[in-house]
């Protein structure tokens, strides 16, 4: 399974942007990278994902570094809200159209009032 | 609807009991998952089905035993549990994609305690 590396945590004040590294050296070139986030007592939830190019969506920002071996999730305007565990998952296998998703630690992200 | 909803939401059980775990969702997805998290670690992947074939098994004791019997459902049957088996149960779905670039939903989770 490709693995990614994350801190531990990180902390940030509301309404500053967060940006959340992830370093993946070993991604293989059919990778996609996706990030989740876990909101306290609840199951993850899709942030965003991308393969090569930058993303955007209504929840964050997917920057891609050119030879794809780390990216940066970025929330532009960070809320209370927010405050959850995000993870870094390279899109493993696909055995049968089913997608194998390995959660590495995560970084637990603090924002504060 | 784009909720994947598991029941029971908590679930205590004796080691000498059989139980199961419920999963349901009715967004079309074929692909379903089952997860374990342990608090304060990361969710790990126990089970994969894909057109309700298993297709991944993580080396899960015996004592977990998958059922998915028909498209919009998925169940895991427990039995003979230790302690150490306590842990929160995630249920997720992923529509069936060959390239993998879709979401993945996950339900709350079954919180259960083996005493």
């Known amino acids: 399974d490709a693995k990614t590396t994350q801190p531990n945590s990180m902390e940030s004040n509301e309404e500053e942007p967060v940006h959340l590294p992830c370093n993946h050296s070993t991604i293989s070139g059919t990778d996609y990278i996706h990030w989740y986030r876990q909101l306290p007592s609840q199951g993850p939830e899709y942030v965003i994902h991308g393969l090569t190019s930058n993303v955007n969506n209504r929840m964050a920002s997917l920057a891609i570094a050119e030879d794809r071996k780390s990216s940066t999730l970025i929330l532009h305007r960070a809320t209370l809200r927010d405050a959850a565990v995000y993870y870094c998952i390279l899109r493993d296998v696909i055995i049968q159209g089913a997608q194998k998703l390995v959660f590495g630690q995560g970084t637990r992200l603090t924002i504060n009032p | 609807d784009t909720e994947v909803t598991q029941t029971p939401k908590h679930l205590v059980m004796g080691m000498t009991n059989k139980k199961s775990l419920k999963c349901e969702q009715h967004?079309?997805?074929?692909?379903m998952y089952w997860y374990k998290q342990k608090a304060k670690k990361p969710p790990e992947l126990m089970f994969v089905?894909?057109?309700?074939?298993?297709?991944i098994n993580e080396s899960v004791p015996s004592r977990f035993s998958p059922e998915c019997p028909n498209s919009s459902l998925l169940n895991l049957h427990l039995h003979a549990l230790q302690p150490e088996d306590s842990a929160l149960y995630l249920c997720?779905?992923?529509?069936?994609?060959?390239?993998?670039?879709?979401?993945?939903?996950f339900g709350q989770g079954t919180r259960l305690t083996v005493v």
């Open positions: 089905y894909s057109y309700e074939k298993l297709s």
């Open positions: 997720a779905s992923s529509p069936h994609d060959r390239q993998g670039r879709t979401e993945a939903f």
């Open positions: 967004m079309g997805h074929r692909a």
